[in-house]
């Protein structure tokens, strides 16, 4: 391990690792995430917070049926001018308020400045629904479709200052089928997401998947090699 670099603090059963789930629509990634805390008996990772940027998703809804604290931070409340920086700050706030330790991204439809990710200084995950490097941004299934790709995908990454461009923790497969269209691929893609997102999260907590505790990369031991 270099000097200079530390562990993110894996979870136990007696102090499980605290995560936030930021999600702006129907929360199904959270939801998958909750179950599989749950059915283990001595869960190593807790939902502490989720929290919404759009009021009235069925993904609190679904959080609150889970028992999970939620929050709704409507970023349209703040003026356009310094919109971002407004929200970004209250997101800030509610994160340490809940002395969260990480981030995962399910489903949130905002870019996290590079000033958020500097200030909040710990690692934050994303799910892309593609295998990354290729087919990033908002409409990946569209544009995988257009490719006429055979091969499509799920990626967990790190979230760093770009769009879709942190390093890669892990990648699922999926392929893409005569007859396919963006709702049914999606639908696939989906499945696959709800089995590798909570089993990267689960290896992180148990110091299997060793992030730095900032956030920017995964630290190998001498022996590792």
């Known amino acids: 391990m270099s000097s200079g670099q530390l562990r993110l603090r894996s979870g136990n059963a007696a102090d499980p690792l605290r995560c936030a789930v930021l999600l702006s629509g129907s929360g199904s990634g959270m939801e998958a995430l909750a179950k599989e805390q749950k059915a283990q008996s001595e869960a190593i990772y807790t939902i502490n917070l989720v929290i919404s940027n759009n009021p009235g998703v069925r993904g609190i809804g679904k959080a609150e049926a889970q028992g999970l ?117 999606s639908q696939r893609v989906k499945l696959e997401e709800h089995r590798l997102y909570p089993r990267i999260v689960h290896q992180i907590a148990a110091g299997e998947i060793a992030l730095t505790s900032d956030g920017r990369s995964v630290i190998r031991d001498p022996l590792d090699d």
């Open 69 to 185: 604290a939620t929050l709704v931070l409507d970023h349209r409340i703040h003026p356009k001018e310094g919109q971002r920086a407004a929200h970004e700050a209250v997101l800030l706030e509610a994160l340490r308020a809940h002395d969260i330790e990480l981030v995962v991204l399910s489903g949130y439809m905002r870019l996290l400045s590079p000033r958020f990710l500097q200030h909040w200084g710990r690692p934050v995950l994303n799910i892309h629904p593609s295998l990354l490097p290729a087919f990033p941004g908002a409409h990946a299934h569209r544009d995988v479709l257009e490719a006429r790709a055979g091969v499509t995908g799920c990626t967990v990454h790190l979230v760093d200052d770009g769009m879709d461009t942190g390093l890669v923790l892990a990648q699922t497969p999926v392929p893409v089928l005569k007859g396919d269209n963006e709702h049914l691929l």
